[in-house]
């Protein structure tokens, strides 16, 4: 049972992810934290992430690890546990020219299918790729979206409005264009993912509907 659950930013793809996980007893991986945590890395390591050359080249170094417990989702960095730092605005801003680079890409990818066939029972896994590239035959596949102003507005509370609603608006727009518009692998809707629009649906209501998804296919 693979699960594959993409959409842009601040959808309520983690929350959602983990919830479904936990309700069906499936691992979970969150892909983009493994881009955060790649991210972290290269600006801890003075890596200029403007430049896909050095970034390419930088990307064999850092050996990146994540837990699948939905309950305890850990990301590490060289043994190091990063889940905090990887959060960080210097990180969020940056993110999006290191998951461009196409050496990373592929590293990630290659971790990301050989997790999603370890595991026991099934996973769920999210990101932006997941049901184009990363695991095209996964078995149900969904793609959450929900206004700019409804993303931004959860963003802004989950820092707990230390940002404006606004300038996190401008921030999840410009992170979207990037992700939709690169090359390898872009953020996008497979052909047969469902759509699940966020924006009117409490959490529960959305994983109740994802469950029932997966029910019916099991
Ligand atoms: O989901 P999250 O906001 O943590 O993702 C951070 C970034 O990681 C995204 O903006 C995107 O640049 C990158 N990402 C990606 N492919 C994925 C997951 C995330 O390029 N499958």
Redesign the pocket.
């Known amino acids: 049972m693979i699960v594959a659950i993409?959409g842009p930013?601040?959808t309520g793809?983690?929350s959602t992810s983990k919830a479904v996980a936990a309700r069906l007893g499936l691992s979970y991986l969150?892909?983009?934290?493994?881009?955060?945590a790649m991210?972290w890395w290269m600006l801890a390591n003075g890596v200029d992430v403007q430049d896909p050359a050095a970034v390419a080249d930088a990307s064999g170094k850092p050996v990146v690890t994540s837990g699948t417990d939905p309950l305890h989702p850990q990301i590490s960095v060289d043994g190091t546990d990063v889940s905090g730092p990887?959060?960080s605005q210097e990180v969020?801003a940056a993110?999006?020219a290191?998951?461009?680079v196409p050496e990373v890409?592929a590293r990630?990818v290659d971790f990301?299918r050989r997790t999603a066939a370890a595991a026991p029972a099934g996973i769920v896994v999210?990101?932006?790729?997941?049901g184009t590239t990363?695991l095209p035959a996964a078995t149900v596949k969904i793609f959450l979206t929900a206004s700019a102003e409804v993303r931004a507005a959860r963003r802004s509370g989950e820092l707990n409005g230390a940002v404006s609603v606004a300038a996190t608006r401008e921030a999840l727009i410009r992170?979207?264009a990037?992700?939709s518009g690169?090359t390898t692998?872009p953020?996008a809707k497979a052909d047969d993912a469902v759509e699940v629009d966020t924006s009117e649906l409490t959490l529960d209501e959305v994983v109740d509907r994802i469950v029932a998804l997966v029910e019916q296919r099991r």
């Not at 969150?30 to 955060?36: C, E, I, V």
């Not at 999210?126 to 997941?130: K, Y």
Request: net charge positive.
């Open positions: 993409d930013s601040g793809k983690s969150d892909t983009g934290a493994q881009y955060r991210t990887i959060r969020t993110v999006s290191v998951s461009a890409r990630m990301q999210e990101g932006r790729d997941i990363v992170r979207d990037a992700d690169r692998s953020l």
